[in-house]
């Protein structure tokens, strides 16, 4: 094939989020007999939201391999094998069901390198499927990227399109140490649960990274910042587009990964609109709204001229329709907000 | 080209295990105007539960989406019309 038709066909192929994770997934293990991956209904069904269709036809049982539902012991053998060598990668179905494995992901996943003093390392993904908007109610609806960035040993990461997904996956299986990599049911591209606009982007065919610690202006503005990450980026470019109507013009920055967090990028636009909006699908408190108003008052507390927070305000989130809607920020949320710091 | 050498994108075999004789495009993957080569998944159908991906008959570029995302279609149904590298 020739290279202009080459170029032209990264163009034009556009994937869903779940096909961009997959196919950094397959490319690793093609290239490096050590990766496998592990969940619950992750090899004969695909993943209940599609993050590995395709796996288990190309690479088999022995490295696509459906768990019991005993989150301990596969989150456990996925610390073990990483300590030996391999390069596991490993599903929480919902992020929900972190609590019963905490201990695995908090003290053995996360620390075993420091409490070894460096004499082994943890090069494994914990994958896990989170976000609400599609009245699953408050034990399958929350994204806590709280309660995993909080904790020190551990990287996390959340894509908001296809091509954030891809590259970041791919960097996320090379990572010698832990990453959490937390998936937006709602961007995934499923038939049930349809994406908004934008997740599904263009995608290059070749392998590529997303360097942790990166954040990505998606839109410039001059007279607001919004952070935020995951849906909510695209809840914020819609809000983006109103406000312009309006003749506010916001930036929207996509943090792409919390740990590490890239401050110089959110300090930079804060110096230049003044006004600093976070956006968040987790609990307001002690969270990742507090912790960025938090890191830019550190830095540059005398170019804030107004700070508003959007999250989850401090409720198990509903079931019911109407409720969940109210309790989830939307792009009318993130307006008003916006619009109260003019 | 003329218009009588564009190809119908078609899905190849509706499954045995539906019922319904009706599906919903779920994904397309290459826009209007884009170019795909022969076998590459031009879009997602959903006929029940059942998902199945939608592949290009020829190398060529995609020129008209005939059922968009969310549409319907049944048994047969022209989803999109494709003209030929080359021709």
């Known amino acids: ?342 | 080209m003329a218009e009588s050498d564009r190809v119908a994108v078609t899905l190849a075999e509706w499954p045995d295990d539906v019922d319904s004789d009706e599906g919903v495009v779920v994904n397309w993957f290459v826009r209007e105007g884009g170019r795909a080569d022969a076998g590459d998944s031009l879009c997602e159908v959903q006929i029940e539960k059942v998902s199945l991906d939608v592949y290009a008959p020829a190398a060529g570029r995609l020129t008209e989406v005939v059922v968009g995302e969310d549409g319907e279609f049944a048994d047969g149904d022209t989803l999109a019309w494709m003209v030929p590298d080359g021709g």
């Not at chain 1, 503005?221 to 980026?233: C, M, Q």
């Not at chain 1, 309006?246 to 006004?275: F, Q, W, Y």
């Open chain 1, 1 to 342: 094939m020739s290279e202009t038709v080459d170029r032209e066909r990264a163009i034009d192929r556009e994937l869903t989020m779940s096909r961009a994770m997959v196919e950094a997934i397959a490319t690793e293990m093609r290239d490096d007999e050590e990766v496998f991956y592990m969940g619950e209904d992750v090899a004969d069904y695909g993943g209940i939201f599609d993050s590995t269709q395709g796996l288990r036809e190309e690479f088999g049982y022995d490295r696509v391999m459906d768990v019991p539902i005993s989150e301990t012991a596969y989150l456990g053998a996925a610390v073990g094998a990483a300590q030996e060598g391999m390069r596991p990668i490993a599903e929480l179905m919902f992020v929900d069901f972190f609590g019963v494995a905490m201990d695995q992901i908090y003290n053995q996943m996360a620390k075993n390198t420091y409490m070894s003093g460096g004499n082994v390392s943890v090069p494994m993904v914990l994958t896990a499927a989170v976000g609400g908007t599609y009245n699953d109610a408050a034990q399958h609806s929350q994204t806590l990227y709280g309660t995993f960035a909080h904790v020190p040993g551990m990287k996390v990461v959340v894509p908001s399109t296809a091509y954030e997904a891809k590259g970041l996956m791919h960097n996320a299986i090379r990572d010698d140490d832990p990453v959490v990599y937390m998936f937006h049911k709602r961007l995934m591209g499923i038939g049930w649960l349809p994406a908004p606009d934008g997740p599904k982007t263009p995608v290059p065919e070749e392998a590529y990274t997303i360097p942790f610690g990166s954040a990505d202006v998606k839109r410039e503005g001059a007279d607001a910042t919004i952070v935020t990450l995951g849906l909510h980026v695209h809840r914020a470019l819609d809000a983006a587009e109103s406000l312009s109507e309006a003749g506010i013009d916001a930036e929207v920055i996509d943090l792409r990964s919390l740990v590490p967090l890239d401050t110089d990028t959110i300090v930079e636009s804060i110096e230049k609109t003044g006004a600093l909006v976070v956006v968040d699908e987790d609990y307001r408190s002690y969270g990742v709204t507090g912790e960025i108003v938090a890191s830019v008052a550190d830095e540059a507390l005398g170019a804030l001229d107004a700070v508003e927070r959007v999250a989850i305000p401090d409720v198990p989130i509903p079931y019911s329709r109407p409720l969940e809607n109210e309790v989830v920020p939307d792009a009318d949320d993130i307006e008003a907000a916006v619009t109260r710091t003019q």
